[in-house]
């Protein structure tokens, strides 16, 4: 290897983000080095100062800097349904596509055996206050299509119904402006099953 | 936007770097602040220190953050060749083929006159003093092969003529293991105008 020690460093510790190879670490470690050095050392500052200021919103666990995130502590956000997903990036998503108003509830992450993952690693018995305020009406699952994610659905499942809350799936099938050709054969068997009188 | 301010000034100051898009900056934040804070905390103190403490090696101009590069000050390395590079990356290359065991000098670029960039933007005057050396007896000119790359070579070329020194151009033509077939014209004319008499 032809980089002296630190900026080895900086390559190690860039290919420790994931995404980023061997290669795609050493050319960012020289281009900030070479180019970018001001906002390197601004990334730097915010890096350090986002990881010691976000935390997790104390009702629904998505990432904020504040006790309450924005959705939690909005007052234009429908306290009657509670949309629960497996990250903040699926809040993200689901926001960008304007169809929800209501709060979200974050697993941070998804119930799978193989890897260790139980209920009481997700701490999902932090759902259980949510699910008892007399103004929700209804849950809405939306985890993953994934094998870990229809079985974290199926957990939750029993426990919402428990606490007599109306439970709802999203729904699941071919993607508008996608093509049946490139669609796969799970999806489509899924849509054909699925398929709603006209 | 659904992230709190903190989380957006870091998606911000991450899409800044290069190869870095809006959706890579969102999802390597979010994953950084949900499971990485130990390697996140860990770049952001490598990344301040590697843009503090690396510098030009004074010689051949590489990033070091000694005052010359471990091949400038090694006894192994030729003085009689020098490779004249245009980026740091392009001496890792290099130096993974095992192809070369003199020295560089690292352009930091290469002359462009559309983005401003000439040799006194680039310190040529710099590599004077290295053409002077009694020791040097060849220059491998390793540009790249584009207009700029050509352009830059044809500019160093009579420079290192007046120094009175041997001057070569790396060969370029059809790479090894690539199928003619998907070789780009320019580079099938350039095999054919220099091809090697058997």
Known sequence: ????????ELVTAL??????????????????????????????KVLKEAIELVKRCQFCRTLSETDLCRF????????????????????????????????????MGRISPLDGIGPHELKLHE????LSEPDLLEVILATNPTVEGEATAQYLLSSIRRAGKKVSRIAFG???GGE???????????????????
Chains 1, 2 share one sequence.
């Open 1 to 8: 290897m032809s980089f002296s020690p630190k900026i080895l």
């Open 15 to 44: 290919r420790a983000l994931p995404g980023i190879g061997s290669k795609s670490a050493q050319r960012l470690a020289v281009h900030i080095l070479e180019h970018q050095q001001e906002e390197g050392l601004h990334l730097a």
């Open 72 to 107: 939690c502590s909005s007052p234009n956000r429908m306290a009657s349904q509670l949309c629960i997903v497996e990250s903040p990036m699926d809040i993200l998503a689901i926001e960008q596509s304007g169809s929800f108003k209501g709060r979200y509830f974050v697993l």
């Open 127 to 130: 759902l259980e206050s949510r």
């Open 174 to 176: 071919v993607p508008f």
């Open 180 to 198: 049946l050709e490139y669609v796969d054969g799970h999806t489509l068997s899924h849509a054909f099953t699925s398929r709603q009188t006209l």
